[in-house]
């Protein structure tokens, strides 16, 4: 495992973003000799650079047919010394550590693979943020700077990674930025400031959810004023502009509380896509005693077509988790447990035609099928491993086999 080496890359820049006035201390510094000018307003909105992916706040992800995941460092005695960077190749079987990086006064928020490194978000409570960059090859390791924490990592390219304010709508003006992954200079990015999320990438853009209101962004600060304004507020899904940050077309929308259907709440999020489908999972809540929110008693999939006609796929889970398996950036399949606290699993299609069902391998506890390989393979979540900071252990088994029932899978070794 490589020694800690890091080279600090100052930015150059300071933020000027004239919406969010109050967030622009948060990702600022000063260049090596002199105080930093303001970044002057772009020209013209920059477009991205090469291909737009999304990023998710997790501690694993999947990027190609490489797995990266982040786990504390604990020493001899147990206390917490660090992060540990472990790289895992489906191809080879094989999981390896790949950096360790010896500061127990941060942890890994998210990270991103672009142009063969790894960068990961690091922060120190709210007080300071940085990119540590890994070569997947085993070079240098430098780390570029982000400031206080407040923003969230939303979308990355070859060059640049976007973000949005933690403090957005409805109850303060939601704000982007994008930081330059060669210089370090961060600039605005121009996004409405009624913007809620970001939620993923799609052909010709990205797809945005914003709250549309009669009443201006951002809402009174009175808790019960607020709450009866968004309860005749829209939340619209929209595909977007990547560069400017501009909606382009609706997409979908619901009530902002959820939709009602007889005696039921529906609650719609968006899943993902497929060409150009768009999928959103309906959570159904009825009203119980003491729980104004209501139990949750079902879920189901809306399917958004490119004319903008809506399916509602033929299944429905009841009381049980269901998600999306993804191959890339597309869906390919829907999965769910049969019951709760149950070992086999139910795959459904698109179309929401059951496909399979396949258990655990007998003395095996896998509870997360991960992801969908670019051949077609899927991967398999084995629990921790102890005796690696406890690592996530993985398997693979081809789809077929899966779907099929087969517990023939190959398990990863840990190498290093």
Same mark, same amino acid.
């Given at each position: 495992m490589k020694t800690n080496t890091l080279i600090?890359?100052?930015? #150059? &820049? @300071?933020? /000027?973003?004239? +919406?969010? *006035?109050?967030?622009?201390?948060? =990702?600022? #510094? &000063? @260049?090596? /000799?002199?105080? +930093?000018? *303001?970044?002057?307003?772009?020209? =013209?909105?920059?477009?991205?650079?090469?291909?737009?992916?999304?990023?998710?706040?997790?501690?694993?992800?999947?990027?190609g047919n490489v797995i990266c995941q982040t786990r504390p460092a604990l020493?001899?005695?147990?206390?917490?010394?660090?992060?540990?960077?472990?790289?895992?190749?489906?191809?080879?079987?094989?999981?390896?550590?790949?950096?360790?990086?010896?500061?127990?006064?941060?942890?890994?928020?998210?990270?991103?693979?672009?142009n063969n490194t790894l960068y990961v978000v690091m922060c120190r409570d709210d007080s300071d943020t940085k990119l540590l960059a890994v070569p997947l090859d085993g070079g240098e390791v430098w780390e570029i700077p982000l400031g206080p924490n407040t923003w969230s990592a939303r979308l990355y390219d070859d060059r640049y990674i976007y973000f949005i304010s933690y403090s957005q709508a409805p109850t303060?003006?939601?704000?982007?930025?994008?930081?330059?992954?060669?210089?370090?200079e961060s600039e605005k990015w121009d996004i409405p400031i009624e913007t809620y999320d970001v939620l993923g990438v799609t052909d010709g853009g990205i797809v945005t959810s914003r709250i549309v209101s009669d009443y201006p962004i951002p809402l009174p600060s009175d808790s019960e004023m607020r709450s009866a304004i968004m309860q005749n507020s829209t939340l619209e899904f929209d595909l977007t502009d990547a560069a400017t940050g501009q909606p382009i077309q609706k997409i979908f929308e619901s009530s902002f509380n959820g939709t009602r259907e007889g005696d039921e709440t529906i609650q719609y999020s968006y899943m993902g896509k497929n060409g150009s489908d768009y999928y959103f999972l309906a959570t159904h809540l009825k009203p119980i005693s003491g729980n104004p929110y209501g139990d949750t008693v079902g879920s189901s999939v809306l399917c958004v077509h490119s004319d903008g006609t809506q399916e509602n796929l033929d299944f429905m889970v009841t009381q049980q988790p269901l998600r999306e398996m993804h191959q890339n950036e597309e869906i390919r399949w829907f999965i769910a447990p049969t019951s709760y606290d149950a070992d086999t699993y139910i795959v459904y299609d698109l179309q929401g035609n059951e496909i399979g069902r396949t258990a655990a391998p007998t003395g095996v506890d896998f509870d997360i099928i991960e992801y969908l390989l670019d051949d077609g393979r899927v991967v398999l979540s084995l629990g921790d491993d102890p005796a690696h900071n406890y690592v996530t252990r993985y398997a693979t088994i081809d789809a077929d086999a899966f779907l099929n029932g087969s517990t023939e899978y190959t398990e990863m070794e840990f190498v290093g």
């Open positions: 600090p890359l100052i930015l #150059t &820049a @300071a933020l /000027a973003l004239s +919406a969010c *006035a109050s967030a622009a201390d948060s =990702a600022t #510094t &000063a @260049a090596p /000799a002199e105080t +930093a000018a *303001a970044t002057p307003e772009p020209t =013209a909105a920059p477009e991205p650079v090469g291909e737009l992916h999304t990023l998710a706040e997790t501690g694993q992800n999947k990027f020493d001899d005695e147990g206390n917490f010394s660090g992060t540990v960077i472990y790289k895992t190749d489906p191809d080879a079987r094989q999981t390896t550590a790949l950096y360790e990086y010896n500061d127990n006064t941060y942890s890994p928020l998210c990270q991103f693979l672009a303060s003006p939601t704000c982007g930025m994008r930081l330059d992954l060669q210089t370090g």
